[in-house]
């Protein structure tokens, strides 16, 4: 039960690699919900265009999963708009890691909560489960999104799925910029938590058993002040 939690996963898997190696066999299956899509489209337009075979989002994707070994016909890519809520809670129950990518957490959070209703078969997954951007904060009970980051252009708390119960915060896409860390700073006072703030060549790995955490790369862990 870990939990994989990153910026970007093409700067984020080569530090992962070998991590990931010892934890992911070569004979798992895997899910990819790809689904965090910036507005609504079509079951046509996510094969053909937003998640098609052999191009870059679905390459930047597969591509890890089978440098770990995974087959892939063992990588299922799920489709929000052709399979059924059934079908999906099935996938999910035969699969050993799921993979969240990046994009719009408003969109993915709408997909697995209201429209499929599988939030609960996400939250309690005994696997493993990456988790991109979006795919990563959404992990968590609660998270943020600072300004830089937010569509929205300001700082805003959302709910996410809960598979994390919160025993911290994470931002990703951090910058080593003074005022933008001194945002975070101020969130964790404020929260009385810990913001682990994630560059795009940082990551995390969380075992969901134990609550023990591995850092990779640039994370800069942030603790609130008494």
């Known amino acids: 039960m870990y939990s994989v939690l990153l910026s970007k996963i093409e700067y984020a898997y080569p530090l992962l690699k070998e991590r ?3 934890i ?13 899509f910036p507005m609504e489209i079509d079951s046509n337009k996510f094969k053909n265009e937003y998640f098609k075979k052999g191009e870059r989002r679905y390459n930047k994707y597969i591509n890890p999963l089978l440098d770990l070994g995974i087959k892939e016909n063992n990588i299922i890519v799920c489709d929000c708009y052709s399979q059924s809520k059934e079908k999906l809670k099935e996938i999910i129950k035969s699969v050993d890691v799921i993979l969240l990518p990046g994009g719009n957490p408003e969109m993915l959070f709408k997909k697995i909560v209201h429209d499929k209703e599988i939030l609960y078969d996400i939250k ?4 493993i489960i990456i988790g991109e951007s979006a795919g990563c904060e959404l992990q968590l009970t609660r998270y943020f999104i600072t300004a830089k980051n937010n569509y929205y252009k300001y700082f805003a708390f959302y709910d996410g799925f809960g598979v994390l119960d919160d025993p911290f915060y994470i931002d990703v896409h951090s910058i080593n910029n003074k005022r933008y860390l001194e945002k975070l700073q101020k969130t964790a006072n404020e929260t009385k938590k810990i913001v682990y703030a ?3 060549d940082g990551a995390l ?3 969901r058993e134990n609550n023990e955490l591995e850092e990779f790369g ?3 862990k942030i603790l609130p002040n008494e």
């Open 20 to 22: 990931l190696k010892g």
């Open 24 to 36: 992911i066999k070569p004979n798992f299956t895997a899910a990819i919900f790809p689904w965090a």
């Open 124 to 127: 309690y997954f005994k696997g």
């Open 198 to 200: 994630l560059f795009d």
């Open 205 to 207: 790995i969380y075992n």
């Open 218 to 220: 640039k994370v800069v």
